[in-house]
């Protein structure tokens, strides 16, 4: 059947295993209903029709093979499933081409909160189709775009010579159609196969490793009083921070009155601020000294994120690294929410081995 479709079509097809697998997984119940004569309802055969008519055309010309290995008229509803399998593989194939070559800055004040947690979302629709990088106001407003192809945000930015997506943080299913659109027509003209100085990679390597160990080894653990408030909380981890104490806790502050990252669906929240009062990247895991949080009674543990305003490449993709697997049911999560200090350690190191053998340090 692959074979009776044009040569574009089925050269994609047949380096796809994805739909080779789905296709006979969906063939097997299609010959069942085909024998039995099963009536079977597709809503969405006239937007397919529509929209697809040419590939649908290839389809319903393909299946007459095999129409005539099985003896028995296929009808449109299963054309149109059919349309759909073959539509996908090639949408999946066109993005893979494209995937290592997109890459996007996401903005927020810090370049560690929102943005973050805005990427943990794009990441999983998007999956591996584009690469996040996230950014604070002052590498936006110092067109810090290298190898950037467009920038996402949550709020009004002044125009750049990029592409320009405001979205809600929740990430609405029009905001994702919209990144889809532009991406589609950036004018993306670099290689994926960019030649990298393997003495700059190794130099990189090595100061990435350098920022990991410094993020593990000043980790700070607490437990205060259960009754604290929000500023309590930040007055509470300007003191325990490596740094000026003054000046952490207004940044911290500062943050805070933009709005808050007590998330009570997600049983954490989240402090975090650039100042240059900070030493060097660093997080604190901070918990109640016993029962819950009296004013936050769904907040099991505050993390706090800081970040020095002239900071070194990695250390905001390494503390970012923290709030995404905040936002999902990780390993990291379930340390944190357990109050387990040693098993912290030790994911977050796992995390960051990942990260050593994932980056590209291009």
Same mark, same amino acid.
């Given at each position: ?18 739909? #080779?697998q ?15 004569a099963? +009536? ?11 929209q &697809? +008519?040419?590939l &649908?055309?290839?389809? *319903?010309?393909?299946? @007459? @093979? ?8 296929? !009808? ?5 499933? #059919? ?5 996908? !593989? ?23 909160? =929102?943005?973050?947690?805005? /990427? ?9 189709? $584009? ?9 936006? &407003? ?9 920038? $996402? ?6 125009s ?6 405001? =979205?809600? +943080? ?12 532009? $991406? ?10 960019? !030649? ?15 920022? #990991? ?16 408030? =929000? ?13 000026? %104490?003054?000046m ?5 502050? @500062? ?30 895991? $901070?918990?109640? @000294? ?7 009674? *769904? ?8 970040? +020095? *305003?002239?900071?070194? #490449?990695?250390? %905001? ?11 999902? !049911?990780?390993?990291?999560? %379930?340390? /944190? ?15 960051y ?10």
């Open positions: 059947m692959i074979e009776q479709l044009p040569l574009p079509i089925r050269s994609s097809l047949k380096m796809d295993p994805q739909f #080779m789905g296709f006979i997984t969906h063939l097997q119940p299609t010959l069942i209903r085909l024998q039995y099963l +009536p079977i309802y597709n809503p969405l055969l006239e937007k397919i029709q529509e &697809y +008519p040419s &649908y055309a290839d389809t *319903k010309k393909a299946a @007459k @093979k095999l129409e005539a290995k099985i003896d028995l008229p296929i !009808s449109e509803a299963e054309i149109g499933f #059919m349309t759909m399998h073959i539509g996908a !593989s090639l949408e999946r194939r066109r993005i893979e081409a494209r995937r290592t070559k997109v890459q996007a800055g996401v903005v927020c004040a810090s370049g560690v909160g =929102v943005s973050a947690l805005l /990427v943990a979302r794009l990441q999983s629709v998007f999956q591996n189709r $584009i690469k996040f990088k996230t950014l604070s106001l002052e590498q936006y &407003y110092q067109q810090d775009f290298e190898g950037l192809d467009l920038i $996402i945000t949550t709020f009004e930015l002044q750049t010579r990029l592409p320009v997506i405001k =979205v809600n +943080p929740l990430l609405s299913a029009q905001d994702i159609d919209t990144i889809r659109e532009i $991406i589609a027509d950036l004018p993306i003209a670099r290689s994926a196969d960019q !030649s990298v100085d393997h003495q700059q990679k190794i130099a990189s390597i090595q100061q990435c490793s350098q920022q #990991m160990l410094g993020i593990l080894n000043n980790l700070v653990f607490a437990h205060i009083d259960p009754d604290a408030s =929000v500023e309590d909380m930040i007055g509470e981890a300007s003191v325990l921070a490596l740094g000026n %104490q003054s952490i806790e207004e940044a911290l502050k @500062k943050r805070e009155e933009i709005g808050s990252l007590f998330m009570d669906e997600l049983h954490f929240g989240l402090l975090h601020a650039t100042s240059e009062g900070v030493k060097s990247a660093q997080a604190q895991f $901070i918990w109640p @000294k016993e029962g819950k949080f009296t004013k936050y009674p *769904k907040i099991e543990a505050v993390v706090v994120l800081l970040l +020095p *305003k002239a900071h070194a #490449m990695y250390e %905001q993709k390494l503390l970012s690294l923290i709030t995404i697997n905040m936002m999902e !049911s990780t390993e990291l999560k %379930q340390a /944190v929410l357990a109050q387990e200090e040693r098993r912290i350690v030790s994911v977050l190191s796992n995390l081995l990942e990260m050593l053998q994932t980056e590209s340090f291009a």
